[in-house]
């Protein structure tokens, strides 16, 4: 195995697309452990982290371009960016450890391609969109379009994501993420739950994105969830409306961390739990 | 197959080595400069017997590889105490006993040092979410959680 740490985005295209087998090191958390397990073996390890702007945090169009190596701690001590989307903030903080905060990205865990991936519901529900380069140039994909199931993404070969765009918070908006795990802290979604939603000035939902993570071979972006709230204040008709459109839209399978009617309830549980908090903010509440 | 040449800072010393691309940080520690204070529990980044920081970043270096350290700071275990003079988290470990085997000492100084940097009056349930990658099999946690508290305390007092 060979090692190369690029200063360039050209010069990480050109290493990645000119050997077969070469794996993108961002954070490293996913990476090493498929390494040690000997799950993969690449013949070359591609650094991404020195290349410029890759470890950066910048204001863009009023939204924020996160770039690919920036770990969840950094976004976590960001003030702006915690200001416009708590909701994805605290859902990339989710994942592991203080240590593994302290290394692991956004286009990690989404590059991972984990049906149960923290951050991505987030993502999603926020409109975020990755900027992927490669042999053929530079291209933005939805963020949605990028898993296509467990492990699998729609890069092509020598494409890496170099950075994650999360768009402009519309006035009077807010975001959430909600998981379930069987316990306080460092365990896999059973289920995850990602809405971000606008508010007029009657508190009605002008515009809401609802995602659902775990239960289904990728992050699924639920539209009837979003159009049962639209026009609506969030009273408990509302509330009990998106739970409905979410339970059914879930295609959960059972295994050892949950079965598929609890799958289906708590996504349901948790879609009308964060649309609250996402209310709450998207009306100025700071927590 | 060459071995790649890396320097870096590790505990306030410029310090060079060669490692193979697949050694993690922490086999060049312990295997490369003899640095055996951090230990390998788990190699999966799970349970934090491994902790070091990088440029003041608290990471399992189980998951970052030796070449990684080019142009970083690390600081070990071996980096905690000035000399003979053991750290204020050091002390208090041994004068509560807030370990028993000690497997996971290392790694849950390095990482209650790195919370009192960034927050020298934690609440208890902040040091518990904090230390939450740092398994312990014998105390039960309740001793290093006090441990961590009093000594937060005891800095607080003298600075």
Redesign the interface.
Known sequence: MRFEAPRSVEEAVTALAGQTGAHVLAGGTDLLVKLRSEMIEPELIVDIKRIKGVREIAAEKGGWRIGAAVSGAEMGEHAGLVADWPGVVEAAGLIGSTQVQGRATLAGNLCNASPAADSVPAMVAAGAVARIVGPEGTRDLAVIDVPKGPGKTALARGEFIVSIFLPAKAPRSGDAYLRFIPRTEMDIAVVGCGISLSLDEADRVTAARVALGAVGPKVILVEAAAEAIKRRVLDEAALADLAAACSKAATPIDDKRGTVDFRRHVAGVLARRAAVIAAARAKGDKA | ?SR?HVTTTINGDATEFLC???A?LLDVLRDELGLTGTKEGC????C?AC?VT?DG????S????G??A?GREITTIEGMATGERLHPLQKKFIEMAALQCGICTPGILV?AK??LERNPDPSEEEVR??????LCRCTGYDKIIRAVMETAADMRRAS
């Open positions: 197959m790649i193979e691309a697949e993690t190699g999966t980044g799970d934090g902790s990088v970043r608290l990471v399992c189980c998951l970052m590889l070449a990684e080019e990482a790195s919370l979410y904090w230390l939450a990658g740092n």
